[in-house]
Nanobody, 111 residues
Framework: VQLQASGGGLVQPGGSVRLSCTAS????????MGWYRQAPGKEREVVAT???????QYGDSVKGRFFISRDNPKNTMYLQMNNVKPEDTAVYYC??????WGQGTQVTVSS
């Protein structure tokens, strides 16, 4: 049972990037899933969550810019990040809430 995140990297301010999280050993669509992030020197924070019904919720700092979704046949969850800002720089983790964390993928927003 594991989560494998990918898609991070260096992005320019105002740009876009999509993170992916593929689950193995369980069915992602039947569980409460989310993306968290942790920036250097800061507390870990929730970015977005998606319920088993497909209902999304977002942290205040990313509302209107980030979008969480999933592809059930691929057993994969996504985080579409638009209009990124330098303060979005962090390690992003996909999570089966509350008990399973992926390895994290670094997103750096810089020109």
């Amino acid at each position: 049972v594991q989560l494998q995140a990918s898609g991070g990297g260096l992005v320019q301010p105002g740009g876009s990037v999509r993170l992916s999280c593929t689950a193995s050993g369980f069915t992602l669509s039947t569980t409460f899933m989310g993306w968290y992030r942790q920036a250097p020197g800061k507390e870990r924070e929730v970015v977005a969550t998606i319920s088993s019904y497909g209902t999304p919720q977002y942290g205040d700092s990313v509302k209107g810019r980030f979008f969480i979704s999933r592809d059930n046949p691929k057993n994969t969850m996504y985080l579409q990040m638009n209009n990124v800002k330098p303060e979005d720089t962090a390690v992003y983790y996909c999570v089966r809430i509350p008990d399973l964390w992926g390895q994290g993928t670094q997103v750096t927003v810089s020109s």
